[in-house]
């Protein structure tokens, strides 16, 4: 019984996290090309931004895309969508670091790349 309990917490804390990593990647990818939540050209590192060969709004909607892909492959794979988005906002929080612009958002991005982590370990135990 007991154990019947601890799976199914498991279960309702994988589904929590699962749904949040495909909600919210979708959400701010789309949010890319309407910039309704924020105006995420500001939070292009200015270094990075002028290596670029297209305005920082091209490359924020190349974001958005690849964002938005990355919430439907958590949808149908969690397993390797976890990974996924674990990797991307670990990448987006180190850019932020390296201009040493919005460490808040950074640090905010590092602890939901290890929640995304997570969701990706447990979904191999339980899917």
């Known amino acids: ?7 199914q917490a498991l279960k309702q804390t994988f589904n ?3 749904y949040t990593f495909v909600i919210v990647p979708i959400v701010a990818g789309a ?9 995420w050209d500001q939070y292009l590192n200015p270094t990075l931004g002028a290596l670029l060969p297209f ?4 490359f924020m909607m190349v974001v958005g895309v690849i964002e938005i892909v990355a919430g439907l492959i958590v949808l149908k794979k969690p397993d390797i969508g976890g990974y996924i988005v674990a ?8 850019t932020l670091l390296a201009g040493f612009n919005y460490v808040d958002v950074a640090v905010r991005d590092l602890v939901m790349a290890i929640a995304a982590l997570s969701m990706a370990r447990i979904a191999k135990t339980i899917v």
């Open 1 to 7: 019984m007991e154990s019947t309990n601890a799976q």
């Open 16 to 18: 929590l996290l699962k």
């Open 31 to 39: 949010d890319k090309f309407t910039n309704l939540l924020t105006e």
């Open 55 to 58: 305005s920082a709004s091209a």
């Open 87 to 94: 990797a991307w906002l670990t990448l987006i929080a180190l």
